[in-house]
DNA sequence: GCATAACTGTGAAGGGTGTTCACAGGAGTT
DNA sequence: AACTCCTGTGAACACCCTTCACAGTTATGC
């Protein structure tokens, strides 16, 4: 027998290797968080193992950072879409801040994994198939983690921009280079945003990136303790950054419905 | 003899003492920008010397981080210092343009160095002293590396404001939480700050705040790579947060002469 | 049913790293 | 000259990653 149940089933072998599979994850993870570094040898004391037995499953310990840094970004991005979703599907603004809000509320307090899958840059080249095993889970979503964040927050932006059209620069206020880099990129996917967009499209692209890096960058900041304790403990900062940013996608009229999400403590439910 | 020269010169030993302390530090940073990792062993190889050696002047690979890390502070301050230098001190918006653009330029030419630095967090307290060997270079200048930029940047920044008066929001503007904190904070630098600004002391140090943290965050993301690659090569988002950043100072009226400092591709010189 | 193949784990071994310690030899002091 | 401090070494221990030959189990095929 092959399949344990009726057609095409996963064999009893390849459950189980799925099963140690989620468990070398699972126990880095739990490592990283209990503040011990992710080390090969750990992961496999920890599980009963000795350390060779896990390149049976992973491909070094190069190739188990990668899988960690996969899972973060899964389980981030999850928890963001639990708070977009909390918003009504057409108040795409809400939606927005709920999200960046989760997203940083994750990172402050998943300190050690956010760190880690920052300092680990969008995997420049080398090891970018190596660690994807044959029966790694779903093959499908093997996309680079980063591109998740893009692909979440640009869904929300597109419907963001769907319903309030708000101004983006025209293709003369920006300068020439990114212009034409992104209008004549072909079948990239930034072109085809582009063309999403219609007829500003640039600049809708421009002013996502331009959010996008500014809420990157203030999460990191107060992650990385680079900034004032008293500024990223009160939030005040962060919800300051949100307000410029979301000021720049046409939020404005909404801020004091919208800073409650983002976490003023006003006296609202 | 103790004294080679005249009265109290530094004996002949700690001479020798501080030449290989700086020797340590040196070869540490020429193999950071080689591509490898500083380890106390290579440091050690590297010198002609086995690694306990490297114990009779730094205490671990810990220490020797931390010390690798203040001295490219160090290093970094004075390329921007160069960069300021060369525009007159009656222009302090153009001086700050251009330590910001020095600052980029610096971290994107030595990006293994400046990662180093910025992965390391204002070390939490616990290798605060350890590396302060008794005979270390200028005791004096022990401060926090982080703190040397703040310095930097808050002179460079309260000369513009003399200059300028450039609007700050009040304190009604800003989050109660903020407001008090600085404010009651009695001695501490911040409230110091807030004093020298004046009536709007809170205002002005909240915008400093903003400025800083959206110049270390483009500069962040650029250099880990989570960025459009194009964006970040053609330094356009670098000019876009910079503008913001100016704005946000006063500075939007003189923006076609600054920008070219920040590096716009214009046809001056 | 039994041989064969595939998978999963172990133990040993080799190559890194950081760190401590006792000890030797030179530099400076008295 | 005797003594003290400083500087460096070698050996040893504790981690780490990685490869390999080998054993045991599990599934597959004849």
Redesign the interface.
């Known amino acids: 027998m092959t399949t344990t149940s009726a057609d095409t089933g996963p064999t009893r072998r390849e459950r189980q290797r799925q099963a140690t599979y989620d468990e070398i994850v699972d126990v880095a993870r739990q490592l990283l968080r209990g503040g011990s570094e992710v080390s090969l040898r750990a992961v496999a004391t920890e599980m009963g193992l000795t350390p060779p037995a896990l390149y049976r499953y992973v491909d070094g310990a190069a190739a188990l950072n990668a899988l960690v840094t996969r899972q973060i970004f899964v389980d981030v991005v999850a928890a963001m879409a639990v708070a977009r979703d909390e918003h009504p599907q057409d108040d795409p603004a809400a939606q927005i801040v709920a999200a960046a809000t989760a997203f940083r509320a994750w990172a402050l307090g998943n300190h050690a994994e956010f760190r880690m899958v920052?300092?680990s840059?969008?995997t420049?080249g080398d090891d970018r198939h190596e660690h994807s095993f044959p029966l790694l889970a779903g093959a499908d979503e093997c996309a680079e983690g980063?591109s998740l964040f893009t692909d979440f927050f640009g869904e929300l932006f597109y419907r963001l921009w769907e319903q309030r059209h708000f101004p983006a620069p025209s293709r003369d206020q920006?300068?020439p280079?990114?212009v034409t880099?992104w209008e004549s990129a072909g079948e990239s996917p930034?072109a085809d945003l582009v063309r999403l967009f219609g007829d500003d499209g640039v600049g809708v692209l421009w002013l996502f990136?331009?959010a996008w890096?500014?809420l990157?960058?203030?999460v990191?900041?107060e992650v990385?303790?680079?900034?004032?304790p008293?500024?990223t403990s009160?939030g005040?900062?962060f919800?300051?950054?949100i307000l410029e940013i979301g000021t720049s996608l046409g939020m404005a009229d909404d801020w004091e419905r919208l800073r409650v999400i983002a976490g003023?403590?006003g006296d609202q439910a």
Chains 1, 2 share one sequence.
Not at 224 to 228: E, K, L, Q, V
Request: aromatic fraction near 12%.
């Open positions: 920052f300092a840059p969008p420049p980063e920006l300068e280079g990114v880099r930034k990136e331009l890096a500014r990157y960058g203030i990191t900041l990385f303790g680079h900034m004032d008293q500024l009160s005040a900062l919800r300051a950054t003023y403590p």
